[in-house]
């Protein structure tokens, strides 16, 4: 069976339809990603919680791997992106590639700042950042793209005050992250490199002038044990917080805009009973989450994954939004519905599973449910300003993500 290229303008412009059609040919398929690195794909539920959940035979660094025999996917990303080797690490040594002890220092070191108390302790801000974007929405010029006017700015403004970053600032950040997430390797490297500068100068002046901030926190426990955190692991971790802890929120917010217009029966069940909303967000990022994949795995040692063996080494793809309307889990997968309920909890794996488990998830979904509730509350009668076939959509992997979401919001 000739290999999946994961890049191809099929794969890309309908990855549900693309992915779904694997999953119902075989539980782990062979494919490769940027035309030339070979991976397994794996579709199905259960055999993507497998994996997310065994980082002992499934590890995110190559280099976990015995012997050293894997393929870095991650390194050929870079190469295609155009990410020169002196910068390349700040975006392959995160938190998101770490194993065993050395990912548990780092989620340690962070967590803090995304317990259950302190994004509770949040929802005011959100609110309060949330109600002035809305503001500007209603007096602006109709149509509005949603997308460069609420969707982004909320979680932007959000993650950075929590990190850090400050405001004059903020507007770079939006800008850099789009950049990273095009592809483009004319314009991925001066991004990079001017983000890489730009944390060095923010650590700089957290180390003359602590703040009441994540950043201040990271600096402080470096400056007092040594060796828990260096310089490059700082920026690192700054530069996977903000990107992460905006990027997703931004589409999930705008997917959902889209998908809740497109079902009148569920945004009316909304309207009637907004107890709804925090289920309605997880069925929103079951059914549209903008996360394609998991970061690859690497298959430590030779294994079966849905009864198909793969050798030690593998490169492992684990597709979320496959996993995420498998029939096999889910009655009428396709079927949005805000009222379903899973006996796994949240059920989905829109934010992963097992220990790499998004950090962010619960600001996520706080900011996804206050996010969305008052816009449909605000602007009952919101309507896309084109027709849904004339939204363009980012030819890119990783991330579903539409480019603009112009929308009529008058009040």
Not at 99 to 114: E, I, N, P, Q
Not at 241 to 260: C, D, F, M, Y
Not at 366 to 395: H, T
Request: hydrophobic share 45%; net charge negative; glycine share 8%.
């Amino acid at each position: 069976m000739t290999a999946t290229d994961l890049m191809s303008p099929e794969m890309l412009a309908n990855p549900y339809t693309g992915y779904g059609r694997l999953r119902e040919q075989a539980p782990v398929l062979q494919g490769t990603f940027l035309g030339r690195t070979p991976v397994w794909v794996v579709t199905r539920y259960a055999d993507v919680r497998a994996v997310l959940g065994d980082p002992e035979t499934f590890a995110n660094d190559p280099a976990s791997v015995p012997g050293n025999s894997a393929v870095d996917v991650r390194q050929q990303g870079m190469e295609a992106m155009g990410v020169p080797a002196d910068l390349a690490h700040y975006l392959i040594d995160s938190i998101i590639s770490a194993d065993g002890a050395d990912h548990t220092r780092l989620r340690k070191l962070v967590s803090r700042a995304f317990t259950v108390r302190r994004v509770a302790n949040l929802r005011p801000r959100v609110e309060e950042i949330t109600a002035n974007l809305l503001d500007a929405l209603a007096a602006a010029e109709q149509p509005v793209d949603l997308v460069e006017t609420f969707a982004y700015p909320l979680p932007i403004t959000v993650i950075c005050e929590l990190v850090g970053i400050p405001e004059a600032d903020r507007a770079g950040w939006h800008e850099w992250g789009r950049v990273l997430v095009s592809m483009d390797p004319t314009r991925i490297p001066t991004a990079l490199r001017e983000m890489v500068e730009h944390v060095l100068d923010v650590i700089a002046r957290r180390r003359a002038q602590p703040a009441d901030d994540l950043l201040s926190e990271l600096v402080r426990v470096q400056e007092a044990e040594g060796d828990r955190l260096s310089d490059d692991e700082l920026v690192t971790m700054v530069l996977s917080l903000v990107i992460a802890g905006h990027e997703t929120t931004a589409h999930l917010v705008s997917r959902a805009v889209i998908a809740l217009l497109a079902h009148p029966d569920q945004l009316e069940l909304l309207r009637a009973d907004p107890g709804l909303w925090p289920g309605a967000v997880t069925e929103l990022m079951r059914r549209i989450g903008p996360v394609q994949s998991a970061s690859t795995r690497y298959a430590t040692r030779d294994v079966e994954i849905g009864g198909v063996p793969v050798p030690a080494g593998s490169a492992i793809q684990p597709v979320l939004v496959s996993a995420n309307s498998d029939p096999r889990e889910y009655a009428d997968p396709d079927r949005l519905d805000i009222t379903r309920r899973s006996e796994r909890g949240e059920g989905h794996v829109g934010f992963g599973y097992g220990p790499h488990y998004c950090l962010g998830a619960a600001l996520a979904r706080q900011e996804g449910e206050v996010a969305l509730r008052a816009l449909f509350e605000r602007f009952p009668d919101m309507r896309l300003a084109v027709e849904p076939g004339e939204l363009e959509w980012a030819k890119s992997p990783g991330m579903r993500r539409v480019l603009a979401l112009p929308l009529v919001v008058e009040p």
